[in-house]
Structure formats: C-alpha cells, structure tokens
C-alpha cells in the first residue's frame, strides 16, 4: 500500500477552493476473494474445463487442427479471464484507487488506465440556498425550503439553523420539538417555518409557541392551498381529512399567536425581508 502522503497528492488536485481533505486512505490491497467466488470458481472451472480438454484432445489426434477447432477458443479465453485475470486487473485498480473525504464531499479517485473522479457531496442542502444569517428554518418539504432560502440569499437573508422534519404523517422531531431551541438560540433572530396541508403540526406549533410566549418573528408558508379533500399530494401526511390539516386551521392557530402566514413563496420572502429590514446579521 502506499504512503499517506502519495495518496493525499493523488487526491489534492481535486480539491476546490475552501476544501480542506480530512481523512484519506485505499481500499485493501492484492488479491482479494469474495464469498461468491466460492459458488463462482467451480462453475468457471466446468465452463472453461471441458471445451479446454475437448481442444487438446483434437490437438492430440491425428486429423490436423480445422476451422472448427477454433470454437472452443472463446471459452477458453473467457474461462481463464474469469479463474484468474479477474483477479489480476481488480487487484492493479484497487492499487490505484484512493479514497478522500473533505469538508464538504466523499471522493474517489482512480487512475488506473485513465484518470476518473467520483464525488459524493455531504449533506443535501443546494450550495446556492445557503449562507449565514440571522434566520431559524424548520421546514416539512426540502424542495420548498431549498426554494424560500435560495430567495432570501438572493435577498441579503441566511441562515443560522435549518431542520427539515419531513412531511410524514409519523415521524420523530416535530415543529413544536425544534422551537425551544430556536429559543434560546440568540443567534436566531427570526423563524421561518415551512409547513403543508395535512395533520396537526402547524397547529402543535402555534400552542406551543403561546405556551413558551414566543417573542421572536414568525414567518409561515403553508403549501397546499388548492388540494382537494382526502387527496395526498406528495407527502404521506399531506391530506386533508374533515376539518382536520385545512390551510383555514393551520392559518388560524399561527396567526393567533402573532405569526404571519403565507400561501406563496414571494409573499413570504418579501415579508421576511421587510420585517429583517433585509440585513445580514452573521452568527458569531
């Protein structure tokens, strides 16, 4: 295996600007045997074994090699490809393969025959919808919340915290799980929620922001105005059963514990911006 230090020069030209390589290695090194080369080996033996033997018994008569003879070769050739030259090229690109993880991504290079670069990126938040600011985001759709930030980055507005929920009807952390903390957090000047038609979350939110008497901004977007009853869209949890999960409920409960809601994104954005004044107040 190589040293660390060749290793970290293979993977340092794929490094961009603030990436900084936090741990580096190879995958393991020579001949490697997998447990499904148990059950392969003995077929490849039978697969390359009796046309092997079949060709050496027609080398051995006394008729001559014909034509014909040379259908056996493709067997052979893949038969022994497959018992051992497998094993051979697995082991040459294992030796140069190299495996990074940065600060913001997984990387795999490899440079055997040619050069070829596979990246994972860590985390899924969409680098243009980020940046630090002043703003809590608790939010049910990841696709919207990328949305309504990418617009307040636009805006001069980032983000101190962002919480994605999920918008199943049975989960773990739930909005009024996340508030407390929003809280008390006295980087996070303003909230902003983004929530959908569908169960009882908004409204858990707007009582537990009464019973913590929430001082700070709040900003909601609640998605699904125009869906019918008993219809899901998307979301598992995102129907409306009764009066149960309407825009109407989740509008009323918010709106009277002194947040401000929303139906469409612009009208958000331009509250949140009006109500921040539109600056940028970066986390210490």
């Known amino acids: 295996m190589l040293d660390q230090g060749t290793v970290q020069h293979e993977l340092r030209p794929e490094l961009g600007p603030g990436e900084r390589l936090l741990w580096s290695g190879m995958p393991r090194q020579g001949v490697v045997f997998r447990p499904i080369d148990l059950f392969l080996i003995p077929f490849i033996l039978l697969w390359a074994g009796i046309p092997t033997f079949a060709a050496l018994g027609l080398l051995k008569s006394d008729r001559g090699v014909g034509i014909g003879d040379f259908f056996f070769l493709p067997f052979i050739l893949i038969g022994a490809y497959l018992l051992v030259g497998r094993f051979i090229v697995d082991a040459k690109q294992r030796a140069r393969t190299f495996y990074g993880v940065t600060n913001q991504r997984v990387l795999i290079v490899r440079t055997w025959w040619r050069r070829r670069t596979t990246s994972l990126k860590l985390g899924f938040l969409p680098d243009v919808s980020l940046s630090p600011g002043p703003l809590g985001i608790m939010a049910k759709s990841g696709t919207l919340s990328y949305e309504v930030c990418h617009r307040l980055v636009d805006r001069g507005l980032g983000q101190n915290l962002w919480v994605g929920?999920?918008?199943?009807?049975?989960?773990?952390?739930?909005?009024?799980?996340?508030?407390?903390?929003?809280l008390t957090d006295p980087h996070t000047h303003g909230i902003v929620v983004i929530g959908e038609i569908g169960g009882s979350e908004e409204e858990e939110l707007a009582a537990a922001m009464r019973a913590l008497r929430c001082a700070k901004p709040v900003y909601a977007l609640i998605a699904g105005r125009t869906v019918r009853e008993g219809v899901t869209m998307g979301h598992a949890g995102a129907i409306i059963a009764g009066d149960i999960g309407t825009i109407a409920s989740k509008t009323a409960a918010l709106a009277g514990v002194g947040a401000q809601v929303f139906t469409r994104i612009r009208d958000l954005v331009d509250a949140v911006v009006a109500g921040t004044g539109g600056e940028l107040v970066p986390p210490i």
């Open 165 to 182: 929920v999920g918008g199943d009807p049975v989960k773990g952390t739930r909005f009024a799980d996340i508030l407390p903390f929003m």
